[in-house]
T-cell receptor
Framework: EPEVTQTPSHQVTQMGQEVILRCVPI?????FYWYRQILGQKVEFLVS????????KSEIFDDQFSVERPDGSNFTLKIRSTKLEDSAMYFC????????????FGPGTRLTVL | AQTVTQSQPEMSVQEAETVTLSCTYD???????LFWYKQPPSRQMILVIR??????QNATENRFSVNFQKAAKSFSLKISDSQLGDTAMYFC?????????????FGKGTHLIIQP
């Protein structure tokens, strides 16, 4: 059964550094999402992406964040200058049909900012 | 904007018992989807069950079923014959179905512990 993959599984970085989190969605998915889960808290929506552009974004998704799908396969989340409060699990998700709204999640990347 | 509330931070039951996790939500929309996701210690998010708001019949998936009360905006999850592997965080989630790639809105979760 196809699945969403994410790399790396754990990323440790220094405050102020740039990080890129990578996701490979299921091949027939059309809509892509990034979510964040700070330890012990709920999962929060960051951004959705469709047809090579951002569709929706939350107030968390400020100018420090960007997303792209450069090669039609990988879907990346970039944080330009990481802050301590960016430490969290980051989940990628995909959806084949918007009307279905059944999102399939990747295993997540744990980001630790020191 | 919609909100999702899970009022039980933690629940603990014995193996083989039945347990019900509660979820309420608030929205002005009439067409939407509701979900229960399971997050085991691995932190992978796994879809347990989904419900379309326009369907009156409650969704069921093997040992998992929901009690969807649209007027009351309530969406509880019942786990029958609970198993040790059911131990996890359970998140209730809402998705608008009106078009546009809206993200899911999650509740804060309920930590379910199944005791042997």
């Amino acid at each position: 059964e196809p699945e969403v993959t994410q790399t790396p599984s754990h990323q440790v970085t220094q405050m102020g550094q740039e990080v890129i989190l990578r996701c490979v969605p299921i091949s027939n998915h059309l809509y892509f999402y990034w979510y964040r889960q700070i330890l012990g808290q709920k999962v929060e929506f960051l951004v959705s992406f469709y047809n090579n552009e951002i569709s929706e974004k939350s107030e968390i998704f400020d100018d420090q964040f960007s997303v792209e799908r450069p090669d039609g396969s990988n879907f990346t989340l970039k944080i330009r200058s990481t802050k301590l409060e960016d430490s969290a699990m980051y989940f990628c998700a995909g959806d084949a049909l918007l009307v279905n709204n059944e999102q399939f999640f990747g295993p997540g990347t744990r980001l630790t900012v020191l | 904007a919609q909100t999702v509330t899970q009022s039980q931070p933690e629940m603990s039951v014995q193996e083989a018992e039945t347990v019900t996790l509660s979820c309420t939500y608030d929205t002005s929309e009439s067409n939407y989807y509701l979900f229960w996701y399971k997050q085991p210690p691995s932190r992978q998010m796994i879809l347990v069950i989904r419900q379309e708001a326009y369907k009156q019949q409650n969704a069921t998936e093997n040992r998992f079923s929901v009690n969807f009360q649209k007027a009351a905006k309530s969406f509880s999850l019942k786990i029958s014959d609970s198993q040790l592997g059911d131990t996890a965080m359970y998140f209730c989630a809402f998705a608008y179905s009106g078009g546009g790639a809206d993200g899911l809105t999650f509740g804060k979760g309920t930590h379910l512990i199944i005791q042997p």
